[in-house]
């Protein structure tokens, strides 16, 4: 672990003690809080992809059911798919739920309502993402058990270390054919939750950022590389725990 990286965990850690030491939101303000996240959450990790909806227009879909004019179907569907697949994380978290293939592909069948023959379903095919080729479709039933049965291993890690690499790891794989983004995204924001950190927001603002830190694991230059990712995401739990310290 790098100097700055070491600080960074530090500092999250030292914050996360000192939110556990302040007394319970108000119910009012904790459900104000955590519906400005959902819709931020929904319309940011949605942007990334190419989701042309704003977040005021995000917001209007979910409280008033409204169809936006001259906004595809598909971004609409993307909207109400990713809230339910929230919906289903929250279960995951208050359960407890170790996540598994079973946990996965349960969000993904959630999300791609718009692709349901697809949703669910790992890929049958090859693909290139960015200039480089994922996991074989032949391999990725088997990555996929390896993955998950890493998730009982990495006790001797920090929780924002391995979850960073569970993210890339699972990119890397990219087992679907549409969505792996969005669905590693959640179960990003599913682990943080479990492991008691606030869950973040991915900013579109940042995605060339986001997209660097994924690239630096793939390892074109034949030097795959996990800091960028796990720095990424601890600057992003850091941010996440100011603005809960300053409610």
Do not use: C, W
């Not at 008033?64 to 279960?91: F, M, P, Q, W």
């Not at 390896?146 to 990219?174: M, S, W």
């Amino acid at each position: 672990m790098s100097e700055e990286l070491d600080l960074l965990i530090r500092e999250a850690d030292k914050k996360k003690a000192q939110l556990s030491q302040k007394p319970p939101l108000a119910p009012d303000v904790e459900d104000a809080y955590q519906e400005r996240f959902l819709f931020a959450d929904i319309y940011n990790s949605l942007a990334i992809e190419g989701n042309e909806l704003n977040q005021d227009e995000v917001e209007r879909i979910l409280t008033n059911n409204e169809v936006i004019s001259g906004k595809s179907l598909s971004d609409h569907l993307g909207v109400v798919g990713y809230r339910d697949a929230i919906i289903l994380t929250h279960e995951y978290i208050s359960s407890n739920t170790r996540i598994t293939e079973h946990e996965i592909r349960k969000l993904h069948y959630k999300l791609l309502i718009a692709h349901q023959q697809a949703s669910g379903e790992y890929r049958n095919f090859n693909m290139m993402i960015r200039g480089h080729r994922p996991t074989s479709y032949e391999k990725v039933p088997y990555k996929m058990v390896q993955l998950v049965d890493r998730i009982g291993t990495i006790e001797d890690e920090h929780p924002l270390e391995a979850i960073a690499f569970f993210h890339l790891r699972l990119e890397k794989i990219h087992p679907f054919g549409d969505g792996n983004g969005r669905v590693g995204r959640l179960i990003v924001n599913t682990m943080l939750a479990q492991a008691d950190y606030p869950q973040v927001i991915f900013p579109v603002e940042q995605k060339q950022r986001y997209y660097q830190a994924l690239e630096a694991y793939d390892g074109l230059n034949g030097n795959p590389r996990v800091e960028p990712m796990q720095l990424f995401l601890a600057e992003l739990v850091v941010r996440q725990l100011d603005t809960l310290l300053e409610l």
